[in-house]
């Protein structure tokens, strides 16, 4: 496994964002992965490059997380897919503890099983899904027959969200991608992810999910 006292061009990263009910047990996390585009061998400027890029991810989860919620912590590590980064030296983690900017009209929150589904959109292959918990109210949501739907106000404040979050990728050096799954970081089934699609449709998941355990110690 590589060392994040270096980065190498073309290294894939990855990122997890950790979120949690305020005085509870209760947390989940995303996990992105992003492409390096060019070498950083100081190990002074991997640092200042590593804070940049949480901060950036921190920007996009916290501007569309319900105040009722925080951004606990961000995990960032060289590559490994679903697992554990031990080593020292393979991860990093920050301290975030900021709470949520999207303000909910009378404290109606949805219960954090509904999901907001984004779409990460490659060049081929399957595109792939990102599932937000806590990023809508319900005054901008509408239960109908076929399921509960965002309203078009809220579609468009996440969009831009996510706009600014990949300008903000790009202008620092970095690519949001999608690895191949595999130990090891396959270049030839590496996608870059040219943007991301609110759904309009939300998306109901259970609370037992891998990153949603109720010790937060299991995480």
């Known amino acids: 496994m590589a060392s994040l006292k270096t980065i190498e061009a073309d290294e894939v990263l990855t990122v997890r964002v950790y979120k949690r009910v305020p005085f509870q047990e209760t947390a989940w996390a995303n996990t992105y992965e992003v492409l390096s585009l060019s070498s950083i061998s100081d190990i002074v400027q991997v640092k200042l490059a590593l804070n940049q890029l949480k901060d950036i991810f921190v920007a996009l989860e916290k501007g569309i997380l319900d ?108 690519r949001l991608v999608m690895a191949s799954g595999k130990p090891q970081v396959d270049v030839n089934t590496l996608r870059i992810v040219n943007d991301l699609e609110v759904k309009k449709e939300m998306r109901f998941k259970k609370l037992n999910n891998r990153y949603f355990d109720k010790e937060r110690e299991q995480n």
């Open 67 to 174: 105040y009722h919620y925080i951004v606990d912590r961000v995990v960032i590590s060289t590559y490994v897919p679903d697992g554990n980064p031990y080593d020292p030296y393979t991860f990093t983690v920050y301290t975030v503890s900021q709470y949520g900017e999207y303000i909910t009209q009378d404290d109606q929150v949805m219960p954090l099983q509904f999901c907001t589904l984004v779409k990460r959109r490659v060049p081929f292959g399957r595109q792939g899904n990102l599932l937000y918990r806590g990023v809508v109210g319900t005054h901008n949501a509408t239960i109908t027959g076929g399921g509960t739907i965002i309203s078009s106000i809220r579609i468009s404040q996440i969009t831009a969200a996510l706009e600014s979050f990949m300008n903000s990728l790009r202008s620092a050096g970095w």
